[in-house]
């Protein structure tokens, strides 16, 4: 199913006032301001994603939060940073030391917890507006390369959501992904509910 800009638009609300709620959680349990923005959100085959994501990343390890959603569609959502940008993220948000040893083990539970938040609102947001009920499973940090991030789903059967993350805090801007793997022809169901609880086309 190809998707009208119309359509685009309201994923990108969808996933705008999930971010939004994840941006004032975040913003309770921390210092710092975060702002979360969205610039862009694109609907990919898996080869395309795993293009763009390659040459926005290189061969970088990145540090990955991932948890499975079912209902009327299912599959996979992930928030997604390069390995630097997430020990940035976490040492700003926690005070530690970049260079400190203990920085891997908060850095694990810290991102977790950022993921679940971020994930969570954005899912939650689809859920909701579109008054369909969606089931988790428990979030799972990783670090590894793209392809094999990617290649954990069904992906050459999947359509990816593709939507940029820009994470702004006190003077420090990060860029991360978040990315929802559609499995197998459940995207498709996901365009129909929104044509029917949006009124788009």
């Known amino acids: 199913m190809n998707v009208t800009a119309e359509q685009l638009d309201a994923l990108q609300e969808l996933i705008n006032i999930g971010v939004g709620r994840a941006a004032s959680l975040l ?8 702002r979360l923005e969205i610039p862009f959100v694109k ?3 898996a080869a395309d994603a795993y293009e763009e994501l390659a040459v926005r990343f290189h061969d970088d390890s990145l540090a990955a939060v991932r948890l499975g959603f079912t209902g009327p569609f299912y599959g996979t959502a992930g928030l997604i940073f390069p390995t630097d940008s997430a020990s940035s993220l976490v040492a700003v948000l926690t005070g530690e030391n970049p260079d400190s040893t203990d920085l891997d083990a908060v850095k694990i539970g810290t991102l977790s917890e950022i993921g679940n938040i ?4 954005v899912m939650g947001s689809i859920g909701n507006v579109l008054r369909q009920h969606m089931s988790y499973t428990i979030p799972v940090y990783l670090e590894d390369k793209i392809e094999n ?37 459940t995207f498709d169901t996901l365009i129909q509910i ?8």
């Open 43 to 45: 609907v990919l085959t």
């Open 194 to 201: 929104i044509n029917q609880e949006m009124g788009v086309s």
């Open 118 to 121: 971020v994930i969570n609102g």
């Open 27 to 34: 913003n309770e349990m921390v210092n710092s301001h975060i």
């Open 149 to 185: 991030l990617l290649a954990s789903a069904n992906v050459s059967e999947s359509k990816i959501l593709l939507a940029q993350a820009r994470f702004t805090i006190e003077q420090l801007e990060l860029i991360g992904d978040i990315i929802l793997i559609f499995e197998l022809d």
